[in-house]
């Protein structure tokens, strides 16, 4: 039983994993696209630096570097807040 749950345990995270690289596909691929410095792309580099928390923190501590010194110039302090929050999650990994 105990196997049984191990394996069940890491089926789930390598679908997670596979689930979020699709969306940070997504979200690059939209960043790309969208070169106005406005609050949809520090929203896309605030969701990046989450997703790449799960795959390649460095790249996720980067985005949100990139986020906050968006943030800082909109002056969006949630969104500053946020950018500094994903970048301790990147830290953490």
Do not use: C, W
Request: net charge negative.
């Amino acid at each position: 039983m105990r196997k049984f749950t191990l394996i069940i345990g890491l089926l789930f995270s390598a679908l997670n994993v596979h689930a979020q690289q699709k969306e940070l596909d997504s979200l690059l691929h939209a960043l790309q696209l969208h070169r106005d410095e406005d609050t949809a792309r520090l929203a896309l580099f605030i969701e990046a630096s989450y997703d790449y928390s799960f795959t390649d923190p460095r790249k996720g501590l980067a985005t949100a570097d990139s986020a906050a010194k968006l943030a800082e110039k909109l002056q969006e302090r949630s969104s500053l807040a946020s950018a500094y929050n994903y970048k301790a999650l990147n830290y953490s990994e």
